[in-house]
């Protein structure tokens, strides 16, 4: 049994809000150096290299990549032989949060009820994802999820027969809808299988996963690939003004599912696809 | 084509203008984005007057982070314009000249666009801290308790957008797409 304090939660996800609020991880660097290289549009290029140029302006002079610093999504991977003390433990994240946003000059986007819609002026609560792994360590990941994109994002609920071109087709289909409001070049989190919301979960922490690695089961990995060759075919390309660049990765994540069912959520994500690992 | 234009826009500038130029702005602008609009679209349910005269004038669909000491503002990029659609037209048809945001527009914005010889523009969503070098001053001018959604006053100089939806209503997000379009 190892001891931890809240303490120590509450101070690493206050950092970790404010770095990936500043700087992307560096496989996401370098698909959009690469991307920038690689379009054919003109006006395309001019906007990749404005990413370039932000992202560096946004590092330098510690100002966020984007004004739009997220609701603050948050996974816990946390050892079962962790104990902690200080508190609960959705406290100590949430007062990592109020920290960050309030201390780091990020954006409070987030409201109270969402009818009512009065903001709670530190950007929480955050949402928050707890999973039990073996060992004594806690792995903290902090996503900070902007709105553009995520109001684009869908959850299919698709039939058996609808089999694999079902899939892909639901996938498209949201890339295409979401077109230029989804601040493209996007990555594109896709769960399979579960349950309802099993799908949506995967489908978010499937963004985290960097954008250079591919599933590793083959028929996955060969989905990924072709549906990011279908996306940039499609034409929409950076800011959605046209080109060659709509997407930089797919991302699928899969999970056993019903007889009667095929779930299938596409989650979308700018190319401000933020997220900050600390293990403790 | 890449061109200067100041704010507020005169009907010349906002007519010169055709979808696809490169444009920079320099000049006033105010922001608004969701709440702002509902407040604006409320007051003028009630005949009250609009905390800013539209007349010539653009609105950026913006709300910032918070400015570190000594700046003017912080990361400033453009939100979903479609948010907006619903009080648009209405605005339009009072004088609003240009819009700035990113993303979609309905016909309804679109008609009203070239009803009264307006201009949607796009700045690069997503590039907050680059574009926020362009904006020299920032001043709170309405709805304070908005805290980011309030209505600001900005200063801009060679504010860098695109125009997507000119005063004739080409859309350079349906004419772009489809020529990199490979089926």
């Known amino acids: 049994m190892r001891t931890i304090h809240t303490t120590q939660i509450t101070q690493a996800v206050r950092e970790l809000c404010i770095e990936a609020n500043h700087f992307l991880t560096p496989d996401m660097d370098d698909a959009l150096k690469q991307a920038a290289n690689?379009?054919?549009?003109p006006?395309?290029?001019?906007?990749?290299?404005?990413?370039?140029?932000?992202?560096?302006?946004?590092?330098e002079d510690q100002i966020p990549i984007c004004q739009d610093t997220g609701m603050a999504v948050?996974?816990?991977?946390?050892?079962?032989?962790?104990?902690?003390?200080?508190?609960l433990l959705e406290d100590a994240i949430n007062e990592g949060v109020r920290q960050g946003y309030v201390e780091g000059f990020l954006r409070k986007s987030v409201v109270k009820d969402p009818l009512l819609r009065e903001n709670t002026k530190d950007n929480t609560p955050a949402v928050i994802h707890y999973e039990l792994t073996l060992g004594d360590q806690v792995t903290i990941t902090v996503?900070?999820?902007g709105f553009g994109s995520e109001n684009m994002s869908r959850v299919f609920m698709l039939k058996p027969a609808d089999g694999i071109e079902g899939v892909k087709n639901a996938i498209l289909t949201a890339v295409k809808d979401a077109g230029p409001n989804a601040c493209p070049p996007m990555v594109v989190g896709v769960g399979i299988g579960g349950t309802f919301e099993k799908c949506a979960l995967m489908a978010k922490k499937a963004l985290t996963r960097p954008v250079n690695v591919h599933s590793d089961i083959p028929y996955v990995q060969e989905m990924e690939k072709e549906l990011l060759d279908k996306i940039n075919r499609t034409g929409i390309g950076p800011g959605g003004l046209g080109g060659t660049t709509t997407a930089l990765a797919v991302n699928i994540n899969t999970y056993p599912t019903h007889i009667a069912g095929l779930p299938v959520a596409v989650n979308i994500c700018c190319h401000v696809n933020r997220h900050a690992v600390r293990k403790l | 084509?890449?061109?200067?234009?100041?704010?507020?826009?005169?009907?010349?500038?906002?007519q010169s203008l055709s979808a696809g130029d490169y444009v920079y702005i320099t000049g006033t602008i105010y922001t608004a984005r969701d709440a702002a609009h509902l407040r604006m679209d409320e007051a003028l349910g009630k005949n009250e007057p609009l905390p800013i005269d539209l007349t010539h004038n653009i609105i950026y669909y913006m709300g910032p982070s918070p400015a570190r000491d000594g700046r003017p503002i912080g990361s400033a990029g453009p939100t979903t314009a479609s948010r907006m659609d619903k009080y648009t037209p209405r605005l339009l048809d009072?004088?609003?000249?240009?819009?700035?945001?990113?993303?979609?527009?309905?016909?309804?914005?679109?008609?009203?666009?070239?009803?009264?010889?307006a201009v949607y523009f796009a700045?690069?969503?997503?590039?907050?801290?680059?574009?926020?070098?362009?904006?020299?001053?920032?001043?709170?001018?309405?709805?304070d308790d908005l805290g980011t959604?309030?209505?600001?006053?900005?200063?801009?100089?060679?504010?860098?957008?695109?125009v997507v939806i000119d005063s004739e209503g080409s859309n350079l997000y349906e004419t772009a797409v489809c020529s990199y379009q490979q089926e």
């Open chain 1, 38 to 41: 690689g379009e054919k549009s």
């Open chain 1, 43 to 59: 006006l395309g290029k001019q906007i990749l290299n404005q990413l370039q140029d932000n992202l560096q302006i946004a590092g």
């Open chain 1, 74 to 87: 948050i996974f816990m991977e946390i050892g079962q032989d962790v104990h902690f003390e200080g508190g």
């Open chain 1, 143 to 145: 996503a900070p999820k």
């Open chain 2, 1 to 14: 084509m890449e061109k200067h234009i100041s704010a507020p826009i005169s009907d010349e500038d906002a």
């Open chain 2, 94 to 117: 009072l004088g609003l000249k240009g819009m700035i945001g990113k993303g979609k527009r309905s016909d309804a914005v679109k008609e009203a666009i070239v009803r009264n010889k």
């Open chain 2, 123 to 143: 700045a690069v969503g997503g590039a907050g801290a680059f574009l926020s070098k362009s904006i020299k001053a920032s001043e709170v001018i309405a709805y």
């Open chain 2, 149 to 162: 959604e309030a209505i600001r006053r900005l200063e801009v100089e060679n504010f860098p957008v695109i």
